[in-house]
């Protein structure tokens, strides 16, 4: 079984891209994060074209913000959107949904941004990952979390930890919350896979970041034990970022009980050399 996250950064201009990628790769399941349509534009947009590669939907959208889905191959049951008792801002947005796909348990999920860490944003971030915690904490082990987390684990996940001094996705709080969901019992399984090595899920638009690699990891897969012990390959698939109107996030791909690609995919980090001198690069926004 294949899954697969991909933040699309919003759908319909990403259908370009989307189409072709899922009769590239054939994932069996897929997490979308940020379609940034309603569930009505989502089917009008997709929906012939899903049907007849065989998915089944569950999707929480909404127009022009936000907006999450799954796509299953292998069935698509106890759908559920949202997080119970979550947070609003002012009202709950379409950052989760979850379903039953292959025996698993599927979360796709975009977390809030948190734009400027102490901003009321920043405090809806840490609400929405302490209610995403807790609903985490009544799901089984055969669970599955993929999605944009907009937070990166630790300091190798960053191209330059000097460039995010002062910036969400880096703080203690932010970490410690991601910390918290994965005490539950939840393996970061890219991570795992490569403890050591260079690699990244997201760049900005702005400055070359992709060229240069300056990049962070902030889309995760999170796997309770069972599933966790039958991955066999996990990977970030790079090609997707490349080319004409790309997202500027690419997708995560990892394989359950066999590696159709080889256990390392087609796509083998690091692409490129680290940063050698600290606080040589800087993040676009700090160039204004």
């Avoid at 910390?179 to 490569?194: C, K, M, T």
């Avoid at 899920?201 to 992709?210: E, I, L, N, Q």
Wanted: proline residues 8%; aromatic residues 6%; negative net charge.
């Amino acid at each position: 079984m294949r899954l697969a996250t991909w933040n699309v950064n919003s759908l319909k201009q990403r259908v370009p891209r989307l189409l072709p990628w899922l009769d590239e790769r054939r994932p069996d399941i897929v997490c979308l994060q940020e379609t940034k349509c309603s569930d009505e534009a989502f089917a009008a947009l997709l929906g012939d074209e899903l049907e007849r590669r065989g998915y089944a939907v569950a999707v929480h959208g909404e127009a022009t913000w936000n907006g999450v889905a799954i796509l299953s191959r292998v069935g698509v049951d106890d759908v559920a959107a949202g997080l119970p008792g979550g947070p609003g801002f002012p009202h709950q947005e379409s950052r989760a949904v979850s379903a039953t796909c292959g025996g698993i348990r599927v979360v796709s999920v975009y977390v809030p941004n948190g734009r400027e860490p102490g901003s009321e944003h920043y405090d809806y971030k840490l609400a929405w990952l302490a209610a995403l915690r807790d609903m985490l904490a009544t799901c089984p082990q055969e669970t599955i979390v993929c999605g944009d987390m907009n937070i990166a684990p630790t300091d190798d996940d960053v191209f330059d930890p000097e460039a995010y001094v002062g910036q969400t996705h880096v703080t203690p709080a932010e970490r410690a919350a991601l910390a918290e969901i994965q005490a539950l019992g939840f393996q970061d399984v890219v991570r795992d896979r490569w403890p050591q090595e260079r690699v990244f899920t997201y760049w900005d638009y702005r400055a070359g970041m992709f060229h240069q690699d300056l990049g962070m990891r902030i889309d995760l897969v999170l796997a309770g034990a069972p599933v966790a012990e039958r991955v066999r390959a996990a990977w970030v698939d790079r090609h997707a970022r490349k080319g004409k109107g790309p997202s500027d996030h690419a997708p995560v791909i990892v394989d359950l009980d066999e590696a159709p690609d080889g256990d390392i995919g087609p796509v083998v980090p690091p692409p490129s050399a680290p940063v050698v001198k600290r606080g040589s690069a800087k993040l676009p926004q700090q160039n204004i």
